[in-house]
């Protein structure tokens, strides 16, 4: 490689890096508030949560399905290094481990029973597209309602197996997680999204 | 000359535990996601669907945790999390910065996370900025950083000699709780260096890749390196100014033995903090780390129990100047 290629290549790349961080900058800023993502389970609400979370990190090293991810700047800098979940990339199995050891209770510690995660779970609440369910298009499927950890409780099925999700969904995002349509049929809108739209 | 105090021999070998507690805590920052890892592997049953170089995690894993449980998936939670906020046998202990960052950002006092500061806090006040000296997994980096300076000063590579204020950091702490108190978010944890470290290094090793923070880390590798010796954690730490502050009256601190002195200025020399213990000047900067007490050719420091430093003592008695002014005296 000559110089001058080398010095082309060397700004080239310098542009590309200052644009990068352009763009990282402005979302930095502009947080994109309709991304789809959860809290953890137990967690405040958000923006509770965000004052109180003070980004440890121990939330996400005992998840034993390690579904915790952490945000870097991409929704804002107000959430940088705080915890979430994308349902669709591994969800929530409710262990209620993350609760126990968070130290500020940004997550509540509740126990691993069916009246505290009905009680004070909220993650978000599932929504199925009836035009895009195989069993609301004749095909008999059911695999949401086989994945819910609260069956018959968040979820119900009709005939054809055509899922029916109650207010009791806690939101924890196993049915989304194993729908076999793409894109998935049922999807969790996410508690801070709710809250938005009132 | 017989009445001459000599340190308690064990002070001078504390700078090899300093470097032993900074390498365990460490240690124990790059091993804890790795057990974290191995723990999902075997809370998920999957270790034959594991990549060849997973595999081989989980056998060094489940080799050097066999000894200690039988139920690796729930039987390795006694130590977690980073010293920023972590997870000890049960005890929950915090930074007192995080607690104050809290405290700041939610504008409300939730007691259950303010004690678990409580033993830090009591340590602070007797030993004073003893964390930014024996256990900050960054400092452990930033003295490595500081070697590795000297080491190339060999090779002609002039290291950053400038002086600030000290107070800065005061304004950066100040600044770094209103910006948290307006922002409602604890933002104070983006701008200190271990709660960085014991982040990224779990981000790295458990998730696969750093984050934005580790940029902000080497920044202020390169500040101490460029601009000046261990500048982060003398101008700029927000961690330092709290501790600083909560040890401005500790009850731990070295003294000058001035009988033993021979004004070698080895100690100004060594001190990492840019500190005076020639003079008598530790201040509540001073963070107890001994390496003075260790380079002392004399025996000439020691600790003693006071919550106040001597007024400056004068020429060592060893020196060639308190012999030329006796002289002249007499």
Redesign the interface.
């Known amino acids: 490689m000559d110089r001058r290629n080398f010095l082309k290549e060397i700004i080239a790349g310098a542009v590309a890096t200052a644009a990068l961080s352009s763009g990282q900058a402005e979302a930095a800023f502009t947080a994109q508030t309709n991304q789809r993502y959860l809290r953890p389970p137990g967690s405040l609400k958000e923006e509770e949560f965000e004052s109180r979370c003070i980004r440890c990190g121990q939330c996400g090293e005992v998840c034993p399905n390690r579904c915790i991810e952490y945000f870097n700047l991409e929704n804002g800098i107000d959430s940088l290094n705080t915890p979430y979940i994308t349902p669709r990339a591994k969800a929530c199995i409710l262990c209620m481990k993350c609760g126990d050891i968070c130290p500020t209770d940004a997550i509540k510690e509740l126990d691993r029973t069916a009246e505290d995660i009905l009680g004070y779970v909220q993650m978000g609440k599932a929504r199925v597209n009836e035009n895009l369910c195989l069993s609301y298009q004749g095909k008999t499927c059911g695999v949401c309602y086989r994945a819910c950890p609260l069956a018959d409780v968040a979820i119900k099925v009709q005939l054809l197996e055509q899922p029916i999700v109650l207010d009791a969904c806690v939101g924890c995002g196993l049915c989304e997680r194993s729908c076999i349509q793409i894109p998935q049929a049922i999807k969790i809108i996410p508690d801070h999204i709710l809250n938005k739209a009132g | 000359m017989s009445e001459i105090s000599k340190p308690f021999f064990i002070w001078r070998h504390l700078n090899k535990a300093r470097w032993l507690v900074l390498l365990t805590v460490f240690l124990m920052l790059i091993i804890?996601?790795f057990i974290?890892?191995y723990?999902?592997f075997v809370?998920?049953f999957s270790y034959d669907l594991l990549e060849p170089s997973e595999k081989s995690l989980y056998n060094i894993m489940e080799m050097l945790t066999t000894p200690f449980t039988n139920d690796p998936?729930n039987g390795l939670?006694n130590v977690?999390?980073?010293t920023?906020?972590?997870?000890f046998f049960g005890y929950?202990i915090?930074d007192p910065l995080?607690v104050a960052?809290?405290v700041f950002?939610?504008?409300t006092f939730?007691w259950?996370?303010i004690l678990?500061a409580l033993i830090p806090v009591v340590a602070t006040l007797l030993f004073g900025r003893f964390f930014c000296g024996w256990i900050c997994p960054a400092t452990f980096l930033y003295e490595l950083n500081t070697t590795l300076s000297l080491w190339m000063h060999r090779f002609g590579f002039k290291a950053g000699t400038r002086k600030f204020d000290r107070r800065m950091k005061y304004i950066v702490l100040a600044v770094g709780l209103v910006l948290s108190a307006i922002?409602?978010?604890?933002?104070i944890?983006?701008i200190y260096p271990p709660?960085i470290i014991?982040?990224e290094l779990?981000?790295g090793i458990?998730?696969g890749g750093f984050?934005?923070?580790l940029v902000f880390f080497v920044i202020t590798l390169l500040f101490d390196l460029l601009v000046a010796r261990r500048g982060f954690c003398r101008y700029l730490c927000p961690g330092g100014a709290l501790y600083s502050l909560l040890g401005r009256y500790r009850l731990f601190r070295i003294k000058r033995i001035i009988e033993n002195c021979n004004d070698c200025a080895k100690c100004n020399a060594v001190c990492e903090f840019g500190l005076d213990p020639l003079h008598d000047d530790f201040g509540q900067e001073c963070n107890n780390c001994a390496a003075c007490i260790a380079i002392c050719p004399t025996d000439a420091m020691t600790f003693v129990t006071s919550i106040s430093d001597l007024e400056f003592q004068g020429a060592g008695h060893l020196g060639k100047s308190y012999k030329r002014s006796q002289d002249s005296g007499e």
Do not use: C, I
């Open positions: 804890l996601p974290h890892v723990q999902t809370a998920s998936a939670e977690k999390g980073t920023w906020s972590g997870n929950q915090s995080a960052g809290q950002s939610g504008l939730y259950p996370f678990t922002s409602g978010s604890v933002l944890s983006v709660a014991g982040r779990y981000f458990a998730l984050g934005a923070g």
